[in-house]
């Protein structure tokens, strides 16, 4: 059991771009959730999927994001044409099908956009 | 809306006792999670309740209080690595049942 793993750990990018994050959950985990967080704030709900359905959004997930978890594994975070607010951590966090619902977070991305 | 309450900072002294409060009001409750979450790192699960009272665990304890709508995370013999933000979460009933609406953290200081 290795974890969650979230690629890339740091970005950098310049308003109006693309950027995309990926993020592999622990393996035998069916469930995967992602978050947001600024300074200073606990993680903020965007999105949550069961296999590859996704089943929740947040308001806060505006038209400019969009993820995907196309077989049921690894699931990517898009956010188009980036924005100066969007800057913040990006946490993806797993749990299992079964048992518990704790959630277990990856290390994050965070975003800078400048 | 859900609102979800904790101290912003604490400070406590090494070896002692500290208890980190949440009071939420939220629509719809089916678990309080706490997590810890070193500065620059991801979130650690530290504890689940659903039930009322006191769960053990270590030098960790949490407590729930469903009427009340009141949770408490007991740190004993704090050690210095003890000094992180600690996350109270609400895990709603219903549609969002499973994802986590977390207060804004308490950031705790140990010092010697």
């Known amino acids: 059991d290795t974890g969650v793993s979230q690629d890339p750990r740091h970005k950098i990018t310049k308003r109006g771009q693309n950027v995309t994050f990926r993020c592999d959950p622990i393996s035998e985990h069916n469930r995967l959730y992602w978050y947001r967080q600024t300074l200073g704030q606990g993680p903020e709900f965007l999105t949550y999927f069961q296999n590859e359905a996704q089943l929740e959004k947040s308001r806060l997930l505006s038209d400019r994001f969009s993820a995907e978890r196309p077989k049921g594994s690894f699931s990517t975070l898009e956010i188009q044409r980036t924005e100066q607010g969007d800057s913040a951590m990006y946490l993806c966090?797993?749990?299992?099908?079964?048992?518990?619902?704790?959630?277990?977070f990856g290390p994050g991305t965070r975003l800078t956009v400048t | 809306g859900q609102n979800i309450d904790q101290p912003t900072e604490m400070t406590a002294t090494e070896g002692a006792i500290v208890q980190i409060n949440c009071t939420y009001q939220?629509?719809?409750?089916?678990?309080l999670f706490w997590y810890q979450q070193h500065a620059g790192e991801a979130p650690t699960f530290l504890s689940y309740n659903v039930l009322d009272g006191l769960e053990e665990k270590g030098r960790f304890s949490s407590f729930l209080s469903r009427s009340k709508g009141y949770s408490y995370l007991l740190l004993k013999e704090l050690q210095m690595k003890d000094s992180a933000s600690y996350l109270c979460a609400v895990r709603l009933s219903g549609a969002g049942s499973y994802q986590l609406t977390f207060g804004k953290g308490t950031k705790l200081s140990v010092i010697p």
């Open positions: 966090a797993s749990s299992s099908g079964t048992g518990g619902y704790e959630q277990y």
């Open positions: 939220t629509s719809g409750f089916n678990g």
